[in-house]
C-alpha cells in the first residue's frame, strides 16, 4: 500500500498515514507496530528458562541459574526485596491487560520485549521517573464521530495497575449509593439500565395507576469537558481517604500522572488530520482546553469518569431523598422519575447550579426530556413504554449502515484478520443489543443483507444470536508467561 508523510497542524507531529484514508481502525489495531526484532524469555519448569526468537521461531535452552542468562528482576531480589514484591504487582496487570487482547496486534508486539521492558517499567513506577508514552490517535465515525487515544501497551499495564487498586473502592462507592450507575461496571451495562428504569417507572407509577413524570439529562462535551484539575482534586482526595493498600504513594503519583496527562501533545494519526474540521472544537483535545478533556479509549478514563459523576448520583439522591421518585444513570445520559412536577422542575436548576460549580459541567440545554412515564423514555438505545421496551429506530438504522458498509467491504477486497475481528465485534455488539428484545426476525433480516462473501469469512451461531470468525481468518493466538 502507498505510504506518504504528513505534517500535522494539530500537534506539529509527521504522521505515517496510508494512502487508503477511508479505512476504519478500532482501538486496538491502531497502534504502529514499532519493534520487530527483539527477543522473548520465559521458563518451563523451576530450573530452566528457555529465549524464542520471534522472528525465526528458533528456541535456545538455557540454565537459569548460570551466568549465561541475564534475570534482572530475580537479580535485584536480594538487593531491593520490597521493589521485587512491587514487580510482582505489576506483573499482574501485566496479565491482566493481556486478558481478551493476546490476539491484538499490540499485545504479540509488547510480548515479544516483555521480559525486557516489564523490569524497566516497574522501576520506572518505583522511582517516580515514569512518563506516558507515544499514544495513537484516530476518529471513528459510528455511532458520532468521536476522537479517541489509544495509548501503548506499556501505559496500557499502568492503567491496569492502578484500577486493579481503584476500582473495589469505586464499586464500594456505587452498591452505597444504590446501584444507580449502570456503565463500566461488571454485571451491569445497557440491559440492566433499561430493565432499572422501566421498574423504577412501575414503582414510582404505582403500575401506571397514578401520574409520575420523567426528566432526561445529558452533559454537554462530558469526557471533553471534564476538567483535569477537578477531577485529581475529587480522585486524590479519595485516596487518601479510603485506600489502605499497598504502594499509596506510587497510586498517588502515578494517577495523578494519568490523569493530568496530554496526549494530543505526543501522539502519531491512524486518520487524516483534514478530517477533524468536521469535529466540534468542544469534542477535541486540540482544542477543549489545557485543563479540559480525558482520552476516550483509555480504561482509566472510563472509571475515573464514572467515578466523578458519582458525586452527581449523590447530589441527586440527596435532593429527593424525602420523594417518590427513581433515579438512573448511564454514563453521562441520567434519568430522574417523581411523582411531583412543580418539585421535579424545581429541582433542575439546583443540579444545573450543583455540575457548574462543584464539577465544573455543562448540562446541556438542548437535550432535555420531561413528560409523563405512559408516554415512554428513549433511553440507552431503547425506547421504554408501559409493560414493554423497544429497540430505538437509530439503533436498528445504524445497524443497517454497518451491515452495508461491511458487504461492501467484502466485495471491493480481500478481508485480513483484522478486518474479521473488528466486523465479528461490530456485529455481535449489535446482535447483543438486539437480543434484550424481541427481535429474531428482525436479526436475520438484517444479517441476510450480507452478501454471499460473508460466508466465507464466518458463520452465523445460536439463531442469529451472534456471528463468529471461521478458524483460518482467526488472528493468531501467542501464548506467554513471563518468567519468574
Known sequence: ?????????????????????????????????????????????????????????????????????????????????????????????????????????????????????????????????????????????????????????????VHHWICMRLIPLFEERFVSQGNVSFNCRKGFGTQKAVEAVSAGFERVSEGYTKRAWVFRGDLVGFFMGISKSRLWYLLGRFIRRYYHGDYKDILLRVTEQVVMHHPERDCVFNTDPREWLGLSMRKSMFTCGDDRGEPIGNHTTQQFANFLLSFLDAHVLFLFRHKNFDYERFVDDFEITCDDLPFLMAQIPKIERFLSESLLLELHKDKRYIQPVAHGLKFVGSFIKPHRTYLSNVTIARFRERVHGFGEMMMERELDTLDCQRIEQVINSYLGFCRMHRTYNLRKEILGQFPSEFFRYFYIRNNYETIRTKAKYRPLTVSFDMAA
Not at 528482576?73 to 520490597?82: E, H, K, N, S
Not at 486478558?99 to 522501576?123: R, T
Not at 513506577?125 to 495513537?136: A, D, E, I, N, R
Not at 484516530?138 to 501503548?152: G, N
Open 1 to 157: 500500500m502507498m505510504r506518504r508523510v504528513l505534517h500535522n497542524p494539530l500537534n506539529g507531529r509527521f504522521t505515517t498515514v496510508g494512502a487508503d484514508l477511508a479505512v476504519r481502525r478500532s482501538y486496538e489495531d491502531a497502534i504502529p507496530q514499532e519493534h520487530s526484532n527483539y527477543w522473548s524469555s520465559t521458563e518451563y519448569n523451576s530450573n530452566n528458562a528457555w529465549n524464542v526468537n520471534f522472528n525465526s521461531g528458533n528456541v535456545n535452552n538455557n540454565n537459569k541459574y548460570n551466568s549465561n542468562v541475564a534475570r534482572p528482576v530475580a537479580a535485584l531480589d536480594g538487593l531491593f526485596p520490597d521493589f521485587a514484591l512491587f514487580f510482582e504487582t505489576v506483573l499482574d496487570a501485566y496479565r491482566d491487560c493481556l486478558k481478551g487482547k493476546m490476539s491484538s496486534p499490540q499485545a504479540i508486539e509488547y510480548m515479544k520485549v516483555a521480559d525486557i521492558d516489564l523490569p524497566v517499567l516497574a522501576w520506572e513506577l518505583w522511582t517516580g521517573t515514569y512518563k506516558p508514552t507515544t499514544s495513537t490517535c484516530f476518529l471513528v465515525h459510528y455511532p458520532k464521530l468521536r476522537e479517541v487515544f489509544a495509548a501503548a501497551f506499556r501505559d496500557r499495564i
